[in-house]
């Protein structure tokens, strides 16, 4: 039933992913609260904030691997809590910061397994699952090391095998928490420009966790900013990601400049003494 | 990209398939009383005067059944406790299973009761009373609510082997010389049966556990990648923990109460195994299940012809006969293990 829940309705639910009055604690510490957020079927959206101010727990609550404290979470209009497990993961893929490599698994064998959801009872891939995987790793450019263990790669190639291993999936929502924290320049650009253009051709709804705040800009028509637990601020980055709301969030001063097209550039700005 | 098709599925088990086969066939063959196989299958005379059909049917043959049960499933649920606590030094025991058998079987013979139940004797009536109470509390221990942490599981799983562990010191204390001689001779574990019964007692088990191990390995490769990303794959994490170790500990409880805690083959065989077949669990399950029949049937062989007609306990030759060879491999395939230096 779930398994058919968007192609069976006739129409596509406009929210892909809602939260309502959100509070969640580890233990007696709160880390997020009272937090409502809506995402369209097809948004591009950038969650950013200092270390501890809650993105990686709203993205795992957004992705249906946590429940909520308080309030509720939404997949296309239904509570997560009516989706079998598997059936959500249909629909939404969640790539954390790292994996632990383990037992020599290959990168190819690991992104096959983002099939999971998808497989039957048989122990078997089909040539389907195959063929999606491959295609996942072209996309990622991981391909040439898909015979590699896992326990073989540096930091930035194993994160752009849990990409394709979310690609594979075939999701309809993406969530991704720090995809390019240890990527070079030419990947994280790359890795970007990847989800922005499935995010157009496949309207795939996705939610990036960055620190970067230049590639927000450059990358997110939507930009919701996180301190302490809660939203501060949410729309385009221009409107967002201002000097004031900065160094509000982050206590640093900025500077700022602008691409040739506008998009803002945000460097930096310590005091004199303290530069190299 | 290694996708598992069933081709490539038949082509990497079916070695460990015919080692297994090989070694049915040929070992019921070899002993230390020779066998006129022509007389054991010429079943016109008189089966009860039929002194080669007796060897073969109702000692060998039930003896290398057994053994391939038993085989099987230590090897099987070695690698599945190993996926499951994500811990290369798991074994079938690792979670107190063959110890509470180990004291249900000493504490049988230290009564010494005499009850049969389900045409089984007190002996490995009680060891399997005994593996079953100790999964009962470890699994109580572990539950939470909606988790199953694996953390506890291992910690509790331990813990009661210990506490276990010193009941069965205690015991050993308070019997005397005969009693002491059999729980010894017990824990050494054997496969010396008549006929066919203990094979048909162990059989539904065996098959109830070994379709869950393999239905269950596919989630147990994601698995081994944490909870939480497990969980974003679609997998009931909690179900397939518990179902693991339930079904796992169950078929390790039913060949401990039949054969006694034969040890080091559901460590190495799935180590070995894992050097041929990869880490896919789909694969490396099945291709331990075999391995390990195969494996066992041959020690057993060993165990009971290498010093003419004295036996040597089979527990005590699998692990004189796996731990060098699994030295060997170890040495041969270092970087595979994931030592890059």
Redesign the interface.
């Known amino acids: 039933m779930a398994r058919d829940y968007l192609k069976n309705s006739t129409r596509r639910p406009a929210t892909a992913l809602r939260a309502e009055g959100v509070s969640f604690a580890y233990r007696s510490d709160w880390v997020l609260r009272d937090v409502s957020l809506s995402v369209g079927d097809g948004e591009m959206v950038g969650l950013v904030g200092p270390n501890g101010s809650g993105k990686s727990t709203l993205v795992r609550l957004m992705a249906g691997l946590l429940a909520p404290g308080q309030g509720r979470t939404y997949l296309f209009d239904r509570p997560f809590h009516d989706y079998p497990r598997r059936d959500a993961a249909r629909y939404i893929s969640y790539v954390p910061q790292d994996m632990p490599a383990v037992f020599g698994f290959t990168a190819g064998d690991f992104v096959i397994m983002g099939r999971r959801p998808h497989q039957g009872y048989l122990p078997f891939d089909t040539e389907h699952d195959e063929r999606l995987a491959v295609e996942a790793m072209r996309e990622t450019e991981t391909d040439g090391f898909a015979d590699r263990p896992l326990t073989e790669l540096s930091g930035g190639e194993r994160q752009r095998v849990l990409v394709a291993a979310a690609l594979a999936q075939e999701p309809s929502v993406m969530l991704l928490d720090e995809p390019t924290a240890s990527l070079d320049l030419h990947y994280q650009v790359q890795i970007h420009s990847l989800l922005r253009r499935l995010n157009r051709a496949r309207t795939i709804t996705t939610i990036v966790v960055t620190h970067d705040l230049n590639l927000a800009c450059l990358f997110f028509p939507r930009v919701i900013v996180l301190s302490e637990g809660r939203i501060v601020a949410d729309g385009p980055p221009r409107d967002v990601l201002t000097p004031e709301r900065i160094r509000d969030v982050y206590k640093v001063d900025v500077s700022y400049a602008h691409h040739g097209d506008g998009t803002p550039m945000i460097v930096p700005h310590p005091g004199a003494e303290d530069r190299g | 990209?290694?996708?598992?098709?069933?081709a490539r599925?038949a082509a990497t088990v079916t070695p460990f398939a015919l080692f297994f086969l090989g070694a049915l066939a040929i070992c019921p063959l070899v002993g230390a009383v020779p066998l006129d196989l022509s007389r054991a299958l010429d079943f016109s005379a008189d089966r009860a005067a039929n002194a080669d059909y007796q060897l073969l049917f109702v000692l060998r043959l039930p003896r290398a059944l057994l053994a391939a049960l038993t085989g099987s499933a230590l090897a099987m649920a070695g690698a599945a406790f190993?996926?499951l606590l994500?811990n290369?030094l798991a074994e079938p025991y690792t979670l107190g299973v063959s110890s509470g058998g180990a004291l249900g079987a000493v504490l049988a013979i230290k009564l010494g009761l005499d009850i049969t139940f389900a045409g089984l004797s007190s002996v490995p009536l009680f060891s399997f009373a005994g593996s079953l109470s100790a999964m009962g509390v470890i699994y109580l221990l572990a539950r939470g609510r909606g988790r199953f942490p694996t953390s506890v599981l291992l910690l509790s799983g331990v813990t009661i082997s210990f506490f276990f562990a010193s009941m069965i010191l205690f015991i050993h204390y308070i019997a005397d010389f005969t009693e002491n001689q059999q729980m010894i001779r017990w824990m050494m574990g054997g496969l010396d049966i008549v006929g066919f019964s203990a094979v048909m007692q162990v059989l539904p088990l065996w098959i109830v556990g070994a379709l869950a191990v393999?239905?269950l390995?596919?989630?147990l490769?994601?698995l081994?990648?944490?909870d939480?990303?497990a969980?974003?794959?679609?997998?009931?994490v909690p179900r397939t923990q518990k179902g693991t170790f339930i079904f796992a500990s169950m078929m390790t409880g039913a060949v401990v109460s039949a054969a006694g805690p034969i040890g080091f083959v559901g460590l190495i065989v799935p180590h070995a195994l894992?050097f041929f077949t990869?880490?896919?669990l789909?694969v490396l399950a099945p291709a331990s299940a075999l391995a390990g029949a195969g494996f066992l049937i041959l020690c057993d062989t060993a165990a009971r012809t290498i010093l003419g007609s004295v036996e040597i306990p089979v527990g005590v030759l699998t692990a004189m006969l796996g731990g060098p060879f699994f030295l060997f491999l170890l040495m041969r395939h270092k970087r595979?293990?994931?030592a890059?230096d």
């Open positions: 990209m290694k996708a598992l098709s069933p599925f190993q996926a994500r290369p393999l239905y390995a596919r989630d490769n994601v081994s990648f944490g939480v990303y969980s974003s794959k679609g997998i009931d894992r990869g880490p896919d789909r595979r293990l994931g890059t």
